[in-house]
């Protein structure tokens, strides 16, 4: 079966729980059902509910699986047994390509990506795991379709991990599609997104849709990034009107005229200044949903977590083909 699918709920529960899994940290969030008035409005599957919990966890020595595992024997007081859960692989851990459709029927389109993908992204056949869906708009002429490929050895030790704590793992998708699902749905914007120690990120989203996104180069790190230097300046704001130029030329779309940051840096709000002259546009800091706003982090290392209870939620969730859970026993389509 395929690996990225989001499913509804199925049946009454007392928690939401999503996992974000970074380069460097490994995150979990929690909601739990409530009364209308402890609620902050957020109601989902006809109950309202309120966030209870939000951690991070470091990864130490690139293993994810034990970090996963540490992360939530630290938080089984709220109960996992037949809980639904969400997990959010972040960009950096995944391969994206747009390929040709083949002419096949959509049941084994994914499958037979398998040998097609070894010349398009770095993980080897037999260790993919593969999925696909149709980007909001194609390329005049074309018929396309994004490819998203994960390493088995990578995604399944976690998936084993999860399993032994008896959560209902309802699927895993990437951060790409889940900050389409960040801002309400009627708006039209520029993200730029850094977690913990990757590079920046460039996402255009637009009615609740995510378009494209853009990875930076490493000489753009909005971290370290100060507005005294205003050569970099320059450089990370042309990097961002570049992206503008490619949504609005090429791509063929209304212009975008907001842009929101979702990174750690000291000088937030004179970088949102500096940059805003640059390239004559609102720039802003990009707010927590309502509902989680008490556990708003300045690194935004939450941020996998948060945005996949979001996502999960179906707010403002692109009509795409997104993940369905890898089974922990190696039967996942390759």
Known sequence: M?????FPMMNKTKHLF??????????????????EEESTGLSFAGDYWKLVESDTLPVQLGDHANAVNELLLKHKRLGYKNAPLQIVLSSELISQVNVERPELPPAEIASSLQWSLRD????????LLVDYFDPPIQPPGK???HVVAASREFVQPIVAVISEFNFKIKGIVHSDLVFGSWPEA???LMMVTQLPRERAQLHIIANGH???SRRLRYTYDPYTLKVEDTKLIEGFALELQRLLDFFSGPMRQDPINEIELLFENGQKEELCEAISQQLGMQIT???YPEWAQQSAKADYSNLLAIGGLQWFMGKNTPATHAYEAAPAAGKATA
């Open 2 to 6: 395929s690996f990225f699918r989001k």
């Open 18 to 35: 999503a996992l974000g899994i970074g380069d460097s940290v490994v995150s979990l969030a929690a909601l739990e059902a409530c009364p």
């Open 120 to 127: 398009l992204v770095p993980i080897a056949a037999t260790d």
């Open 143 to 145: 018929n396309e379709i």
């Open 186 to 188: 009627n708006r039209r």
């Open 210 to 212: 995510w378009f494209v």
């Open 285 to 287: 800091i990009s707010a």
